[in-house]
């Protein structure tokens, strides 16, 4: 069980996703929300975007202003500490902090890493018909990748944890930008290893243009490769939004 404050000690929950032209992006992170708000319905639930999505973050804070409440939390619906968490995030709300200096803003931490996240993408494929077993499959580990290597490097542990433990061919992390390997590196790993078969596995919250280039990717190398869905409204990842919340309630708010 979830612990929260009640009454008037509970703040607005101000999920913050990064924002795609692709509309199902926003789609995706609004069905997470439902989820949130169904496992907590008192609680007051928000939607915003950083960037190529509305609302924007800054807007949503700032219309919580204006409708009274003089706290909030903002939780990024981000699965790495990335530059989008470390400098982004903080960045709008230090704007908002300017316009309304009696507004108190505590920024929780991101999503992952987290065992449930894990978990979450394991369903994930499950549910495409990838199943732990099978020593001829190959899967892709698929995340945004980034500059920031210990964010890459969480990726690949979860990677490595499978490739030890589900008895398959083995698993790779990939990444589609600014980090290696690629997809295709990784197949070619997969295939040195004696994978027959080859399955995506998605450490991505929500389809778009980078969850759409590794798939892409997957499906030359292998067009009859597995896809599984984006984390999304996995209730394990609801889970883990409604626990970052908690646990930033406790630390300082921001100044």
Known sequence: MIDLPTGAGRPPLVAVAHGSRDPRSAATVTDLLDVVRALRPELDVRIAFL???????GDVLVALHGEGHRDAVVVPLLLGSAYHARVDVPGAVTEVLRRCPDLTVRIAEVLGPD????????????????????????????GAGCSYPPA?????????????????????????????????????????????????????????????????????????????????????????????????????AAA
Do not use: I, K
Not at 130 to 137: A, H, K, S
């Open 115 to 142: 065992p449930r996240l894990e978990s979450a993408a394991l369903r994930r494929l499950a549910e495409a018909g990838v199943l732990p077993g099978d020593p001829g499959m190959g899967v892709v580990l698929a």
């Open 152 to 252: 890459n490097e969480a990726v690949a542990e979860v990677a490595n944890r499978w490739s030890s433990g589900a008895g398959w061919a083995g698993a790779v992390a990939a990444f589609a930008a600014s980090a290696e390997p690629d997809v295709p590196a990784a197949v070619r790993r997969l295939r040195a290893a004696g994978a027959r078969r080859f399955a995506l596995a998605s450490w991505f919250l929500a389809p778009g243009l980078l969850p759409d280039r590794v798939t892409d990717q997957l499906l030359d190398a292998d067009p009859d490769a597995v896809l599984a869905a984006p984390l999304g409204n996995d209730p394990e990842v609801a889970e883990v939004v409604l626990h970052r919340y908690a646990d930033a309630l406790a630390r300082p």
């Open 51 to 57: 960037d190529l999505s509305a609302p924007r973050l």
